[in-house]
């Protein structure tokens, strides 16, 4: 009786079983199934295929997108190498003199120290040392340093001179501007000269405005800081337009007690022979 109960039992479960349908469904990462594994052994796919011959294939090569590789990332777009020009690599040059990796001004040249520079400052960062800007150096230098100021374009000069402004177009001028820091020497309108100029710091700040020479002085030594302002042309008070050694040697790392500086004594001296007391004199933005 014992041995016919059990038999009975499995039966029922067998029966069970059958009408119930139970299986369990394999998902893949998108969510869609693949159908029963009922009666499946663990580890198998669809058509009992082996693992090692499953979709993805080991045994494929590299960068097969169909046989489940891996592709090779693309190379990052270069932006400027060497022999490039213009006002973008001016601006390269200054974020990586920012950052001391680039000792010369700016040049606007993609050159043999812009290369030098570059790979340096890849390397210090783990990026494939090139020597050309690309991209994803590009985005590093960029998170590193802040946008460049003019005068960090330009550190030493060479800026286009600004357009003239119109207090400037009728007479003789010395039309000043703060914007390019250039000195324009005009007479009825037209540029007779041009030279690269320098003001007073925040501190002691170059007056802006319209004034005329009152007083020349080839020679001069300042009374109250006590250094030569060679071929001083002075406009308003103690200010005046004259060349500074200092300007010549530290371009706009430095700054003056509020006069116009010139850096090139040659110009300054051929202006300083046509100028006359009263000419006009227009400091601008």
């Known amino acids: 009786m014992r041995t ?4 009975r039992s499995l039966a029922a479960l067998v029966a069970l079983v059958a009408v119930s349908g139970c299986t369990a469904q394999a998902v893949d990462a998108h969510g869609s199934t693949h159908g029963s594994t009922q009666g499946k052994t663990p580890g198998s796919t669809r058509g009992d295929t082996p693992p090692s011959a499953s979709k993805t294939d080991r045994s494929a090569t590299p960068g097969d997108d169909k046989a489940g590789g891996t592709t090779p990332s693309a190379a990052p777009k270069v932006l400027w190498s060497r022999g490039d020009k213009g006002n973008d690599v001016r601006e390269v040059q200054a974020r990586l003199h920012q950052l001391a990796w680039l000792i010369p001004a700016p040049t606007g040249t993609y050159d043999t120290p812009t ?3 570059v790979k340096g400052f890849q390397g210090k960062r783990g990026l494939p040392r090139t020597g050309e800007l690309d991209a994803v150096t590009w985005e590093r ?11 960090e374009l330009y550190p030493y000069g060479g800026q286009p001179a600004a357009r003239p402004d119109p207090r400037c177009m009728t007479g003789r001028v010395l039309c000043v501007s703060k914007t390019s820091r250039t000195l324009r020497w005009m007479i009825d309108g037209k540029t007779v000269s041009e030279m690269d100029v320098r003001f007073g710091s925040q501190y002691t700040p170059t007056r802006e405005g319209v004034f005329s020479v009152y007083f020349k002085s080839r020679y001069h ?3 109250i800081y006590h250094t030569s302002m060679p071929y001083a042309m002075f406009f308003s008070g103690g200010q005046a337009v004259h060349y500074s050694p200092d300007f010549a040697a530290r371009g706009y790392y430095g700054a003056s007690h509020g006069c116009v500086n010139v850096r ?9 022979a046509q100028v006359r007391d009263g000419d006009k004199v227009v400091v601008y933005w």
Request: proline content about 3%; overall charge positive.
């Open 221 to 223: 030594v300042s009374t």
């Open 115 to 117: 290369v030098t520079a």
């Open 4 to 7: 016919t109960g059990m038999g």
């Open 264 to 272: 090139d004594e040659g110009k300054i001296a051929a202006l300083f």
């Open 141 to 151: 230098l960029r998170g590193m340093t802040h946008k460049p100021a003019s005068w």
